[in-house]
């Protein structure tokens, strides 16, 4: 069981940052563009509080509202799943744009991210978190709107252990306590040690790769390395990254 302060995935964040905020907790990889990006737990915290700020003051997106995440393995995603969840809004990798009340889409899937009649935030997934060289038509470019917002985050009402965060294909609605509960039990099923630093190059489409890249390795004070596209490294290459970046586990 999890105490109360940590009881969501905001709690675990709040929790690492108060512990060790310089230490990095993403280091992100994209094998097909030589793209290397790492982010601290206090880098990485304020993102997810720019990001909050502009789904709840922006966007206007409410606790409950269900949002369309069209991203793939990458450290902004990660970032929109925290953000969702600080602001009580429902995330739904990969799900239909059309049923969902905004989308967050990546480059390759805006003509799918066009079905959503609320809210379109487009992201270019350029390094460093470029904008687009021109936003597409009806859509928000994330990269143009996120800097300017806030620092700190306060949801307008409280988001609890109890309040639904995150929806899978197949799997239905967990709330933020669950995932929580999942992430402790997916740690203790890696054997992850506190600390831990896990590979992962799995998607974030299912739970098996959201646990390993992001929540089980949170759940532990641990880090965590995406590696997008890594078909394209060689097994030399891998074992070379492994080394460098002090990996305790690959999956």
């Keep these: 069981m999890t105490s109360p302060a940590l009881d969501t995935p905001a709690g675990l964040l709040a929790s690492a940052l108060r512990g060790d905020p310089g230490r990095p ?38 606790p409950g509202d269900r949002l369309a995440l069209l991203l793939p393995a990458h450290w902004q995603t990660a970032v929109w ?15 239909d744009p059309a049923s969902a009340d905004l989308v967050v889409s990546g480059p390759d899937t805006l003509e799918q991210a066009r079905a959503c009649g609320g809210e379109r935030v487009a992201l270019a997934l ?14 928000v470019d994330y990269a143009v709107e996120v800097p300017g917002q806030g620092d700190r985050f306060v949801p307008y009402a409280p988001v ?4 639904p965060a995150l929806e899978l294909a197949g799997e239905g609605t967990m709330t933020a306590g669950a995932v929580v509960e999942r992430a402790v039990a997916a740690a203790e099923a890696y054997r992850l040690a506190p600390g831990a630093r896990v590979l992962s ?20 004070g641990g880090s965590a390395v995406l590696c997008r596209n890594a078909a ?5 290459g891998l ?13």
Excluded: C, H, M
């Design 239 to 251: 074992a070379a990254r492994e080394a460098t970046e002090r990996v305790t586990l690959t999956v």
């Design 232 to 236: 394209a490294l060689s097994a030399e």
């Design 160 to 163: 609890g252990a109890g309040s």
């Design 126 to 139: 350029r390094p460093l978190g470029g904008r687009f060289p021109q936003a597409p038509a009806g859509f």
């Design 25 to 62: 907790l993403i280091t992100f990889y994209d094998d097909a563009t030589g793209e290397r990006v790492e982010l601290s737990v206090a880098t990485f915290a304020n993102w997810v509080a720019k990001t909050a700020n502009l789904l709840q003051d922006e966007l206007g997106a409410q």
């Design 81 to 95: 799943l925290l953000a969702g969840f600080s602001t009580g809004v429902v995330v739904a990798p990969g799900a």
């Design 201 to 220: 190059r799995l998607p974030f489409d299912d739970w098996t790769g959201l646990a390993a890249g992001l929540f089980a390795p949170l759940a532990v």
